[in-house]
């Protein structure tokens, strides 16, 4: 019994060190200039960041295609497009999958946005989210807001993909980004 107590005390001592050896990534502060990049998206074309100057650029960071954490967000961010939209918001999809992977995820998942393929994993690692997963490495859930002048407006790290685009909707709104595009 209370060898069992024991290992159960020294596992969750071992999680909670992982936790925060993870939680100790760097991430961009806000304020500073968003890291430049240009990846393929799902349908093979180059996706540059500084093509979206101008417009609000929801830029999240997800572990894997095809996971229900990561299709629920996805599902979320689709289901809200029109009201980036109407905030001149931009949403860019960010894991390690394949442009494959990302292209197979969008039309099972019915999804029109963004998603790009990082696996060089050098953009996760510039923006703080690339992590250790057994003996892979994944994207971190972590969400950058990014300004249309290119700054970092807001940092969300470790979001919950259940209401995590309505929290991406609501600081565009705080931050002065509400200026509704009308038609």
């Not at 209370?2 to 596992?11: A, D, E, G, H, Q």
């Not at 999809?93 to 019915?110: A, L, N, P, R, Y």
């Not at 989210?129 to 972590?142: C, D, H, M, V």
Request: aromatic residues 8%.
């Amino acid at each position: 019994m209370w060898t069992v107590l024991l290992v159960v005390v020294v596992i969750a001592a071992a999680l909670l060190v992982a936790v925060r050896l993870l939680s100790s990534r760097t991430l961009p502060n806000t304020g500073s200039s968003a890291p430049d990049f240009s990846l393929p998206s799902q349908d093979g074309s180059a996706v540059n960041l500084k093509d979206y100057r101008g417009k609000w650029v929801a830029l999240y960071f997800y572990p894997k295609d095809m996971t229900p954490g990561c299709t629920l967000e996805a599902h979320n961010f689709q289901r809200d497009q029109a009201e980036f939209a109407r905030r001149n918001a931009a949403v860019l999809g960010v894991s390690v999958d394949s442009s494959d992977s990302h292209k197979h995820f969008c039309t099972k998942e019915g999804l029109n946005f963004k998603l790009l393929a990082d696996t060089s994993h050098q953009v996760s690692k510039q923006y703080g989210s690339l992590i250790n997963f057994g003996i892979t490495q994944i994207s971190a859930r972590n969400t950058f807001l990014i300004d249309p002048e290119g700054r970092i407006a807001r940092v969300f790290a470790g979001v919950n993909p259940a209401r995590h685009s309505s929290e991406v909707l609501a600081a565009i709104d705080e931050l002065g980004g509400a200026q509704v595009q009308t038609k």
